[in-house]
């Protein structure tokens, strides 16, 4: 056993000397078994620590640093460098320091310190620390890695005031509390200064209406009504059944008694057990009570009066065609609303068409809200600038053709529950000149822009928004915002005449052809050749028909012994131009070349007139030469008086003693 023993001892004591023989080594470079019997370095010594107790070992440390820093200064020492390299060899200790040279300088005073009456206790329990009894709680376990706190020296406190010590004995007394007789003195005095507010100088004197008391509600009668007459059979007496073999009532449903209301009693008639009898095959039924009828006259005094709508509706369609209808309310709401102020189309839409109930009325006040707020786009047209836009540009720039017209209109109208179109194709507009003789027929093409809306009755309106909004003149670059109502209220027939959409199934006409050619439309009426022109302003504020006016032919032959008849008549019979227009008609007169005046002079003939129609017949031969005009003129002023309603007789007699000026309304030439 022993001779185990020393043989177990030898060979830890062989493992350990082989461990302590690698310590500092590395681990491919180690030294050779003869290097273990070198003494080994002795360690530096430990300094000594002071347990403390841990005074902050739950708070939040200001300036604590980071745990796993290297270690740093050591009291006020650098760590001694190892004496062993990595390698296991041994290194060299560093070269001891020269010896430092005494200074023959003496060293300089140290300042005085201050008293230490600073440090005086005062009368409260507050305490100062000195410098020699701050520890860092910090340091208390950190392993000497964290930084100390800074602690509050007496010089950093000397001007400081602490508070004087709480004494209750030098608290002031209390006030008295109030009697609740004070307490409701004091509300009582606070609602008399609410009451009785004073006038002054600067508050507006508002006056008083007296609002008469709505009419009193008349009295119920008390007594109920009298019963019905039980119904009798119609072949005898209501038979009443044996008391014991009556069937027992049955039950009634509770929807039978109503809401909250009580329940009537039987009638008296019925006993126990008794039935009503079913209705009677023959005989009148019975009278309808009358004193339970309600008088219409006493609840009609209860209901509050109707007042006047502020837009009167205009005339039905029934008792007038769109023509002649006054279109005064639309036309004025409509110019209450403007562009800068319209906050969206939605509201917009409501804005305009919720007064009227009628769709034409509703129609004419988009028609001529775009009339008062937007205006042609005639640089861009003009320079070929023209860009697609939508409803919300249009509207927030106030700037489009007819493309921005139209699809303004549609969106408005869509939005207010009207149905809408907008239709594309060709319009004899600005720029539109009629075939020459031998010219081509061209193809079709667009060049315009308009509306389809579903109006009273179902019917389907034909409008030009644009083209009633105001001309254009692109010689100049000039748009002229005036307001054409006509491109409204034209018919659809006389709407096609200088419109032909692209869709052949938007002609809506009400001549019974579903559409017109290309050819025909283009040639027009007069088969190509140049129709008379109109001056479109005064025609239509006074309410001439286009279409109405005679010869229909720009040109009319110089042949001789030849009579022709000038003729235009009113828009429609129904016309009247004091309802509908601006007042009494003018005196019109026809402007003919003077022969006695070689040709330079005029000579004015007035027309006849029945209040429809006016018309006046000429002989050729005084119509004039080749190449001269013919003009139709209406007399606005005779010696500086409004003309209107002025006789034809009267008016003769004016002609040459008399000042007068003249209005456009057609022209023809001879040839």
Not at 54 to 69: D, P, R, V, W
Not at 309 to 327: E, G, I
Not at 563 to 592: M, Q, T
Request: with cysteine; proline share 12%; aromatic share 6%.
């Amino acid at each position: 056993m022993a001779a185990n023993s020393t043989q177990a001892q030898s060979i830890q004591a062989r493992i350990a000397a082989l461990n302590l023989g690698h310590v500092g080594r590395a681990p491919v470079t180690a030294t050779p078994a003869e290097d273990e019997s070198l003494p080994r370095p002795s360690l530096a010594p430990r300094s000594q620590t002071t347990n403390l107790p841990a005074t902050l070992s739950n708070g939040h440390q200001i300036g604590n640093g980071i745990g796993n820093e290297p270690n740093g200064i050591r009291q006020n020492a650098v760590l001694p460098p190892p004496t062993i390299a990595r390698t296991g060899e041994r290194k060299a200790p560093p070269p001891a320091l020269p010896p430092r040279k005494q200074s023959t300088q003496p060293s300089p005073a140290l300042p005085p310190r201050r008293p230490s009456d600073a440090l005086r206790r005062r009368g409260s329990n507050a305490s100062v620390s000195s410098t020699l009894s701050s520890i860092s709680a910090v340091s208390v376990g950190t392993n000497g890695t964290a930084r100390t706190s800074t602690s509050r020296t007496p010089s950093m406190d000397a001007g400081r005031k602490l508070a004087p010590v709480f004494d209750q004995a030098t608290l002031p007394p209390l006030p008295p509390k109030r009697t609740p007789e004070q307490v409701e003195r004091r509300y009582q005095d606070i609602e008399r200064s609410r009451m009785g507010l004073k006038p002054t100088e600067s508050m507006p004197k508002a006056t008083t209406v007296d609002v008469a008391p709505p009419p009193t509600l008349p009295v119920r009668p008390s007594q109920r009504p009298p019963q019905t007459p039980l119904r009798k059979e119609s072949f005898g007496a209501a038979k009443k059944l044996p008391p014991e073999n009556a069937p027992a009532m049955p039950a009634r449903s509770a929807l039978a008694f109503g809401m909250n209301k009580p329940q009537e009693p039987m009638s008296p008639n019925l006993m126990d057990g008794e039935a009503a009898s079913a209705a009677p095959v023959n005989g009148p039924p019975p009278p309808i009570p009358t004193s339970s009828k309600p008088d219409l006259s006493s609840i009609l005094a209860t209901k509050p009066k109707p007042t006047s709508s502020p837009h009167p509706t205009s005339q039905p369609a029934s008792s007038a065609c769109l023509t002649c209808r006054d279109f005064s309310a639309p036309d004025a709401h409509a110019a209450k609303f403007p562009r800068e102020t319209v906050p969206s189309i939605d509201w917009l839409a409501t804005q305009l068409t919720s007064p009227f109930p009628s769709p034409v009325d509703q129609a004419r006040a988009i028609f001529t809200w775009l009339h008062h707020n937007i205006a042609y786009d005639i640089i861009a047209f003009c320079n070929k600038a023209v860009r697609p836009s939508t409803p919300a540009n249009t509207l927030s720039t106030g700037l489009a053709v007819c493309e921005g017209y139209a699809g303004l209109f549609t969106a408005i109208a869509s939005k207010a529950g009207l149905e809408s179109l907008v239709v594309s194709g060709h319009g004899k507009g600005a720029g539109f000149s009629p075939l020459q003789p031998g010219e081509p027929l061209p193809a079709e093409y667009s060049t315009h822009a308009w509306n389809a809306v579903k109006i009273d009755n179902g019917e389907w309106k034909l409008i030009d928004a644009c083209w009633g909004a105001g001309h254009v003149c692109i010689r100049e670059q000039k748009y002229t915002k005036r307001f054409a109502p006509r491109y409204f209220t034209m018919n659809n027939d006389e709407f096609g005449l200088r419109h032909f959409p692209t869709n052949k199934s938007l002609f809506y006409r009400t001549d019974g052809r579903n559409q017109v050619p290309w050819e025909e439309y283009i040639l027009g009426p007069l088969n190509g050749q140049q129709g008379v022109t109109v001056y479109q302003g005064v025609a239509e504020e006074e309410g001439i028909a286009e279409t109405s006016v005679r010869p229909a032919r720009f040109h009319i032959p110089s042949s001789p012994n030849m009579i022709v008849r000038f003729r235009f008549s009113k828009v429609c019979e129904h016309w009247d131009p004091v309802r509908n227009g601006p007042g009494k008609p003018y005196p019109y007169l026809l402007a003919l070349a003077d022969p006695d005046a070689g040709g330079s002079g005029k000579e004015y003939r007035v027309f006849e007139t029945d209040g429809r129609t006016w018309w006046l017949d000429v002989e050729s031969r005084f119509l004039g030469r080749r190449g001269q005009s013919v003009d139709l003129y209406t007399v606005t002023t005779v010696d500086g008086r409004s003309a209107r309603g002025m006789g034809a007789e009267e008016c003769r007699r004016a002609i040459g003693r008399m000042g007068m000026s003249f209005g456009g309304v057609a022209k023809w030439e001879l040839v």
